[in-house]
C-alpha cells in the first residue's frame, strides 16, 4: 500500500460525516515539507466536533506554526465506522492537513482533557502503527508527548507516553523542539533525547522513575532512577497573558461542531476556591488579559473566520475586572455587525442579566445556575460562596425579565453529605419555582408556568484539590442518593414545573479511579482496550462489564482507588508533581471542610496557596 494516503471516494461515501478526515478548512496551515526541520502533530483523543471546539489546541497549533522550522498539524479520534474500515482495509491514521501517516511525523502531542478518554489515547496510536507501550518504540517512531489537565496524575497512562508536559504550552515548546533539533543532529538517539528533555522545565519523562509498594498496596516511594533527573516537577505557566501568544485565525471547521464560534479568553484561572474544582487549583493565580489587547484581538478573529457569534472563554468571566468595558465595546461592534454574544460562567446578578437582555434572544434561553449542593451547610463545605438568598434574588430578577426556563446543577456525594442535604436539592428547586409565581402575575405568564431543570452529576474527587484525600461513593450509594433526589422532587408542591436529570454513575465511579489511580492501572487499560472499548466517554460504547473484568483480571480493585479517604501522610501517585498550590494549604481546606468553614476569594483576602511565587497576576495585584 502506498504510504502517502488519502481516503477515496469509496471509504468516504461509507462513512458518517467525512468532513471529518478531509482537512482543508479555513485558516488550516500547509507548509513545504522542505522547508521545515520539525513535524509536529496535535492530537484530541476524541471526535473531531469536540476537538475541534478545544481552545488549547488552537492556541498551541498557531504557536507551533508560526515558527518557520516546525510544521504542526492536527488528528482526531476517527469515528468507529472510519476506525473498522482503517482496522479492514490496513490504513494508518494521518493527518489532516497532509494525509500523511502520523508515525512519519517527530512529535504526537495528544491533550488530555477527560479520564473517560484515555481508552482513545490507545485507539489512535494503534491505528497509527505506533506501540502502544513507550519501552516498546523504536527510533522511527514519533515522541509521544501528553498535555492537559490529566497529566497532573499522569501515572495511569504512564506506560503509554515518552514524556508529559506539565502545565500551561505556551513556555517550554520551543526549547523542546530546539533540544529536538540538536540532538537529531548529534545522532544522540531517542533515549539520551529524552534523558535530555527530562531535565527541561515541566517536563516529566516517566521511563526514568520508579515505584515501589507497601504489601497494602498504597507507594511507598516515588524517585528518579538516574542522577540528574528531577525529583520533583513544577507546573509551568504563563505570567503575562497579554503578551503570550493568541491564534488570531483559529481554524474554521467545514461541519458544525460543539463550539462553532470565536473564543476570547479573557482570562486564566478562578479566585473563588471551591474545594471540588480541580480547574480552580489547576490555573492559579487568577491572571487577566489587557482589555485594549482583548478588543483588538476580538475584531481581527471575526474577520478572519467568519463566525457570526463570540464567546467570553473564563473559569468565572464575572470577576474579570473590565468586564463591563469589555462588554460595552462588543455590544456596539457586534450589533453592526450581526454577531451574537455568548456569556459563559456569568454570576446571575442585575448587571449580568442586564447584559444577557441585550445579547441575546433570552426568550428562547435559559438561565443557568450552579449550587452545586442543596444546603447552606454543605454549600460552605465545598466552599462554593454561594447563598440561597442569592440564587432567589438572582431567579426574581430574572424571572421579571422575562426568563420562564431555569436549569440548576449540582453534584451527589460531597463529602459530609447527609439526606437533608440531598433534600434541599428538591427543596431549592421548589422555592425558584416558587418564586416564579409570586413574582410574575397570572396575566403575564406566556406558557402559564415556570420550568425548572435540575441536573445531578456525581463528584470525582480530583488531584491537587482539598477533596483529594476523600471517599467516593460506590455506584450503588450514588444510585441510591439519585433516587433519594427524585423522591424528594415529586414531594415538592411545584414537581410538575421541576424536571430532574442524573448522570451515569458507573462511569463517575470508574472516571475516579483512573483520576488518582498509579500506574498499575495501565494494565487495565490495555486489557479494555484489546477487548475492544475505546469512546468509553459516550454512553452507547462504554462497557461498564468489561472494565469491572479486567480489575479482576488484573488483580487490581476498584474501591481501593475510589471508596477508600486517604491519610494525610500516604503518598499520592502525583505528589511529586508542584502545581503551585502547596500540599500544606489543600490540608488546611480539607480541614475547613470538615468543619463546614468557608474561606474568602482571592480579591477578598489571601489564603497563602502557594502560588504567590510565580510573582504574577492577582497575587501582586492591589486587592479591593
Partial sequence: MNEKLALNDDILMKIEKPARYIGNEVNAVVKDRDSIDVRFCMCFPDV???????????????????????WCER????????DEIMRKENIPLFALESQDPIKDFDFLGITIQYEMCYTNILQVLDLAGIPLLATERGEDCPIVIGGGPCTYNPEPIADFF????????????????????????????????????AKLPGMYVPRFYETTYHENGTIASFRPTEEGIPARIRKELVTDMTDSFYPMKPVVPYIKVTQDRVVLEIQRGCIRGCRFCQAGQLYRPVRERDVEVLKKYAMEMLKNTGHEEISLSSLSSSDYSKLPELIDFL??????????????????????????????????????FAPEAGSQRLRDVINKGLTEEVILQGSALAFEGGWTRVKLYFMLGHPTETEEDIR????????????????????KRVNGRVQIVTSTSFFVPKPFTPFQWAPQCTKEEFVEKAYLTRKAISEQLNQKSIKYNWHEA???????????????????????????????????????????????????????YSHRERPLDEILPWDF???GVSRAFLERE?????????SPNCKQACQGCGAARFGCGICVEPRG
Fill in 48 to 70: 473531531y466536533e469536540i476537538g475541534m471546539s478545544h481552545l488549547g489546541i488552537q492556541i498551541l497549533y498557531g504557536m507551533l506554526n508560526s515558527w518557520d522550522d516546525v
Fill in 75 to 82: 488528528v482526531y479520534s476517527p469515528w468507529v465506522d472510519l
Fill in 162 to 197: 515518552d514524556i508529559f508536559y506539565i502545565g500551561e504550552g505556551e513556555t517550554q515548546y520551543r526549547p523542546l523542539i530546539d533540544l529536538y533539533k540538536k540532538c537529531r543532529t548529534e545522532k544522540t538517539g531517542r533515549e539520551e533525547f529524552l534523558r535530555r528533555a
Fill in 331 to 368: 455590544i456596539e461592534e457586534c450589533d453592526k455587525r450581526h454577531i451574537n454574544i455568548s456569556l459563559p460562567s456569568l454570576r446571575i446578578d442585575a448587571f449580568s442579566l442586564d447584559v444577557m437582555s441585550k445579547v441575546q434572544d433570552v426568550k428562547k434561553s435559559s438561565l443557568t
Fill in 424 to 443: 434541599g436539592i428538591a427543596e431549592l428547586s421548589n422555592k425558584i419555582a416558587a418564586t416564579f409565581f409570586d413574582t410574575v402575575p397570572k396575566e
Fill in 506 to 560: 458507573d462511569v463517575s465511579v470508574l472516571e475516579g479511579v483512573l483520576a488518582r489511580g498509579d500506574r498499575k492501572l495501565s494494565q487495565v487499560l490495555l486489557y479494555v482496550y484489546n477487548k475492544g472499548c475505546f469512546y468509553d466517554a459516550w454512553s452507547e460504547y462504554f462497557h461498564n462489564d468489561v472494565w469491572m473484568e479486567a480489575f479482576e483480571a488484573c488483580g487490581l480493585e476498584p474501591d481501593f
Fill in 577 to 579: 508533581l508542584d502545581c
Fill in 590 to 598: 480539607w480541614q475547613k471542610a470538615k468543619n463546614e468553614t468557608i
